[in-house]
Every structure is written in structure tokens, then in C-alpha cells.
T-cell receptor, first 112, second 113 residues
Framework: QKEVEQNSGPLSVPEGAIASLNCTYS??????FFWYRQYSGKSPELIMS????GDKEDGRFTAQLNKASQYVSLLIRDSQPSDSATYLC????????????FGKGITLSVRP | NAGVTQTPKFRILKIGQSMTLQCAQD?????MYWYRQDPGMGLKLIYY???????DKGEVPNGYNVSRSTTEDFPLRLELAAPSQTSVYFC????????????FGSGTRLTVV
């Protein structure tokens, strides 16, 4: 059974700092990787997707993928209190339209 | 553009009762999913569908049933509700481009007492 581990957390950073969220996965054949943000009492919303090794940047967010080490990370630069949420890592085993396996999530708190 | 609509938002069931959680999407997505989320446990896949008339079990299907008679609708049926089914249920859909990931509904918070 595929596993997605998000063991670090909860995480607390001061406003303006860089928040680093990590995720490891067990299936070496995994192809596509996603980060979702979930505010308390709300549904998850997609913030980043990545499928190639290296970095992918979108505004203040950078996703990093290392398939050899089987980890994917999310960096949030210039963290804002509005970034306080639970961040879910999700992995699929084929390139498209496959069911996702989610990690348990990391709760991030950004202190003003 | 409604996206994925789930009803009801909240429900309290007594042990042994049955109910149907409704999910509808207006994006013409072929792929639809039902997940449950327990506190601190992430999302677990219950059932999924790759198109009208096609459904399959996920990781935690026991106690649930689904049907997919149309592209738009993917209801989840709970038979003989048990306290272990107390959870938040999310329906999601996905189009042909994986880059966009899932679109989630707003969720149904179910309590079985």
C-alpha cells in the first residue's frame, strides 16, 4: 500500500519567514505530486503540482521534487498569517487522472 | 460556475439508519471521488468513478456504496450507519488535465450517535 508521510509538525514560524514543509512517499513509481492547503473547517484547495525533478515556483510558493530520495517539499516565502492552515501532500502513481494518496497533513501557524 | 456541490453540509444519524450523500459537478469531469477525513488522519479514498456506469473501491469502502448513472452525479450511500462512520466526507472531481488536480466540494460533516 502506498504511503505518504508528513511527520514534521505542527510548524510555527514568524511572519515574513520561510516555512519549509516536507513529505516523503513510499511508491518509487509515483509520477505526480500535489500540495493542497486546507483551512480549518474548509475543503482542500490545490496550490501546487509538480512532476519533474527540481523546483517549481509560483509566487511565494516553491515546490521541490527529488524522485531519487522520494521526497517532495513546499517552501512558502514571506509567510503571512493568512498562510496559517493545514498543508496536505498528495501523490499519484501514474501521470494523469489517477486517484491520489494523501498524507496526514502539516499544520502551519504564522505568528504576526 | 458551481463546481462541485455537496449536500447536506451537516447531518446527525442514529446507529442503524441509512442516508445518501449527494455530489454533483457541472464541469463535465469524468473522474469523481469520495474521501473521508478523520481528525489528524488525512483523506482516505472510499470509492471512485472514471465515468458514468463505472465505479471502483478505494482504500476504505466497507459500509458504503456508490452509483454513477450520469457524468454529473456521484452519490454515496451509507447503509446501517455506525459510529465509526462519523467523519467529514469530501467529494471531488478531476478533468483530463492532471495539472489542475482535484476540485473538492465543501464537504459533509456526519455524526453517527
Amino acid at each position: 500500500q502506498k504511503e505518504v508521510e508528513q511527520n514534521s509538525g505542527p510548524l510555527s514560524v514568524p511572519e515574513g519567514a520561510i516555512a519549509s514543509l516536507n513529505c516523503t512517499y513510499s511508491d518509487r513509481g509515483s509520477q505526480s505530486f500535489f500540495w493542497y492547503r486546507q483551512y480549518s473547517g474548509k475543503s482542500p484547495e490545490l496550490i501546487m503540482s509538480i512532476y519533474s525533478n527540481g523546483d517549481k515556483e509560483d509566487g511565494r510558493f516553491t515546490a521541490q521534487l527529488n524522485k531519487a530520495s522520494q521526497y517532495v517539499s513546499l517552501l512558502i516565502r514571506d509567510s503571512q498569517p493568512s498562510d496559517s492552515a493545514t498543508y496536505l501532500c498528495a501523490v499519484t502513481d501514474t501521470g494523469a487522472n489517477s486517484k491520489l494518496t494523501f498524507g496526514k497533513g502539516i499544520t502551519l501557524s504564522v505568528r504576526p | 460556475n458551481a463546481g462541485v456541490t455537496q449536500t447536506p453540509k451537516f447531518r446527525i444519524l442514529k446507529i442503524g439508519q441509512s442516508m445518501t450523500l449527494q455530489c454533483a459537478q457541472d464541469m463535465n469531469h469524468n473522474y469523481m471521488y469520495w474521501y473521508r477525513q478523520d481528525p489528524g488522519m488525512g483523506l482516505k479514498l472510499i470509492y471512485y468513478s472514471v465515468g458514468a456506469g463505472i465505479t471502483d473501491k478505494g482504500e476504505v469502502p466497507n459500509g458504503y456504496n456508490v452509483s454513477r448513472s450520469t457524468t454529473e452525479d456521484f452519490p454515496l450511500r451509507l447503509e446501517l450507519a455506525a459510529p465509526s462512520q462519523t467523519s467529514v466526507y469530501f467529494c471531488a472531481s478531476q478533468g483530463m488535465s492532471w495539472n489542475y488536480g482535484y476540485t473538492f466540494g465543501s464537504g459533509t460533516r456526519l455524526t453517527v450517535v
